[in-house]
């Protein structure tokens, strides 16, 4: 391995794959520059790259998963810290029905393998992420169809996105990362001639594919605040959808207060609907709710509430919100109460720090978070996220 866990382009084919490692691409500036096909046997486009095998029984040596995270509109997610990663599937625009792509075609395959208990039919799959730099490629880790839970009206869904007004769907898959800090060149050579079950196969993946077992790879997260950076929109369409909702209210920002609490319900269905309610007489909270964590829908199943106090400010997204801003939220908690702080900017760095140095129980929703939600909620033109907002103002 080289240092800095960055592999150069030359000797990719000899290399292993170590988890979040960057593979460099060639220096031509076409495709001939592709790092995925020097590092692997497969091609250099699409989402779900497969490697057809050549000898031994089965199809498929193993399956590329590629996601570059240029498209807003598909927030693929790799969460850390449950090891779990959201794809979105390659039936991207209309035009097109659900199975036609062949990367939902293996979507499919592999999660009907999955919920029948047939997981000796599914192939490794690898994911790799862009980095931002020319053809240079992460590997995220060695992944599997579904999760611990087991919950199949979820791992794979069918969800409908419109586009110019054409209508049309496209999967969303969930994939478990494996605890698998490195797969080596000699399994990845095993793999391309059939041989899956050897003494290079990682153990987790063959206890996975034995009894159905997830071992997630879990990064625990520090205690690190996030920065001003990481707290607003990333991409044009995130900044476009936030403008929407900020010049919305610029003029009156004690009506964002509304359209916060509709956020925070957008975010968690856990968040009751008509839970929640305007307080008047508070000095300083915008609004109280209720969450409510049960183990099924329905009169008869047992629901644990816990109340929450929000809080909204809508600020000009370069204007932060100060100590001051939070200290009055935490001083107006009440006992077992957690907090919501949902803004049009960002928390400065030494209100961030108090909060998770001092373990203050506030949940921070910041621009680039609102913007995230609504995105991922379909909400993904200022047209749309303007109708949504006329729905929230009473």
């Known amino acids: 391995m080289s240092q800095g866990d960055v592999f150069p382009n030359d000797g990719l084919d000899r290399a292993d794959l170590v988890v979040d490692a960057v593979y ?5 500036s076409n495709l001939a520059a592709a790092t995925l096909p020097d590092l692997l046997n497969v091609g250099n486009s699409g989402g779900f790259r497969k490697a057809t095998c ?11 998963l590629f996601h570059n995270a240029s498209e807003p509109s598909w927030p693929d997610k790799l969460d850390p810290e449950s090891g779990i990663f959201t794809y979105f599937g390659d039936n991207r625009k209309p035009g097109s029905r659900l199975h036609e792509p062949p990367g939902n075609k293996f979507l499919r395959k592999a999660y009907e393998s999955l919920h029948n208990g047939e997981r000796t039919d599914i192939p490794p799959i690898l994911i790799f992420s862009a980095t931002g730099e020319g053809y240079d490629r992460r590997f995220r880790g ?27 769907q496209n999967y969303r898959a969930r994939f478990t990362i494996l605890d698998v800090a490195q797969v080596s060149r000699e399994w990845i050579e095993d793999l391309e001639e059939g041989n899956c079950d050897t003494d290079n196969a ?5 206890k996975w594919r034995e009894t159905g077992t997830y071992t997630p790879l879990k990064a625990e997260r520090t205690k690190d605040h996030r920065s001003k950076e990481q707290q607003l929109p990333s991409t044009p369409l995130q900044e476009q959808i936030l403008k929407t909702v900020y010049s919305r209210y610029t003029e009156n920002p004690t009506d964002f207060e509304y359209v916060a609490t509709a956020i925070f319900e957008l975010m968690d269905d856990n968040v009751g609907n008509n839970e929640i309610t305007r307080e008047t007489r508070d000095g300083g909270i915008d609004a ?9 829908s329905g009169p008869d199943s047992d629901t644990l509430v816990v ?3 929000l809080e909204a400010k809508c600020h000009h997204p370069d204007s ?18 957690f907090g919501v702080f949902v803004t049009t900017s960002y928390l400065a760095k030494q209100a961030y720090k108090e909060i998770k140095e001092d373990d203050h129980p506030v949940l921070v929703l910041s621009g680039g978070d609102i913007a995230e939600i609504l995105i991922e909620n379909g909400f993904e033109t200022e047209q749309a996220v303007k109708q949504w907002l006329d729905r929230q103002e009473y």
């Open 24 to 28: 460099k691409g060639g220096s031509e």
């Open 54 to 64: 050549q000898a031994g029984s089965v199809d498929l040596s193993y399956v590329v």
């Open 142 to 168: 060695l992944a599997v169809p579904g999760t611990q839970t087991g919950n199949q009206s979820e791992d794979l869904v069918a969800v409908w996105k419109n586009k110019r007004g054409e209508r049309f």
């Open 202 to 206: 990682p153990d987790v993946w063959l």
């Open 288 to 296: 109280t709710g209720k969450y409510n964590i049960s183990p099924a």
């Open 307 to 309: 109340e929450f106090a």
């Open 320 to 337: 932060g919100n100060g100590v001051r801003e939070i200290s009055r939220l935490i001083s107006r908690l009440r006992h077992r109460q």
